[in-house]
Each structure stands twice: as structure tokens, then as C-alpha cells.
């Protein structure tokens, strides 16, 4: 088993950055992708940044490619995301996951364990 837990900002004014971390615990051996998922208000969950722990491979979403950045701590076993010049559109309910497979998913669906999850609000 993996556990995940969420941690980070929570409500920001537009423009300013968001920088959420991710410390992963239990069974944490193996071949495995750390992925960033967020779910805006009425849709569905959507990727938006991942990255496999083995190859050092990142992966973005458009809607926050040249504005975000993904790191990782391996010596705290911990996944960082940050986004700068936030917009409203940002707001969401922000996920990491784990993924047990040698490529980088961008769909929900590839990805075994979850976190709790981390409400952004981004005021204008």
C-alpha cells in the first residue's frame, strides 16, 4: 500500500503561486510516476502535471505549461508542484497521485493510490 498526503496553499490572489507538496508513504519501492490531477468546480478531474521518480520524465498540461514547475525531495519521499501567475480558472481541488507503470499517464484511470486532496481558491 501507498499512502499520500497533501499538503500547500489554499486561497491566493490572482497572479500570485501556488506550491503544493505531496509526501508519499508505505510500500514506496518500485517503478512509479507521481502525477498532479485537479478537479474544477461541475467538471471532471483533469491532469495536469506528472513526473516518473525512476527517469526523472515530466510531463505538463497546456493549461499550466511555461507557468509550472514539478520537483521532488527523494530523501523526504515528497512531490512538489507549483504553479505562478495563478488565474481564477486555477481554482480547484488540487490531487497527487502514484502510478506503478514505466510510462507517464495523463489519465486518472492509470493511477493506483490518491491523496486526500487540496482546495486552491484563487480570488481576482
Known amino acids: 500500500q501507498v499512502q499520500l498526503f497533501e499538503s500547500g496553499t489554499g486561497s491566493v490572489q490572482a497572479g500570485d503561486s501556488l506550491r503544493l507538496a505531496c509526501e508519499v508513504s508505505?510500500?514506496?519501492?518500485?517503478?512509479?510516476?507521481v502525477g498532479w490531477f485537479r478537479q474544477r468546480s461541475e467538471k471532471e478531474r483533469e491532469f495536469v502535471a506528472a513526473?516518473?521518480?525512476?527517469?526523472?520524465?515530466?510531463h505538463y498540461a497546456d493549461s499550466v505549461k511555461g507557468r509550472s514547475a514539478i520537483s521532488k525531495d527523494l530523501s523526504k519521499n515528497t512531490a512538489y508542484l507549483q504553479i505562478d501567475r495563478l488565474t481564477p480558472d486555477d481554482t480547484a481541488l488540487y490531487y497527487c497521485?502514484?502510478?506503478?507503470?514505466?510510462?507517464?499517464?495523463?489519465?486518472?484511470?492509470?493511477?493506483?493510490?490518491w491523496g486526500q486532496g487540496t482546495q486552491v481558491t484563487v480570488s481576482s
Open positions: 497521485a502514484v502510478a506503478r507503470t514505466p510510462g507517464i499517464g495523463r489519465l486518472a484511470s492509470e493511477y493506483e493510490y
Open positions: 508505505g510500500r514506496t519501492a518500485g517503478t512509479w510516476v
Open positions: 513526473e516518473s521518480w525512476n527517469t526523472g520524465g515530466q
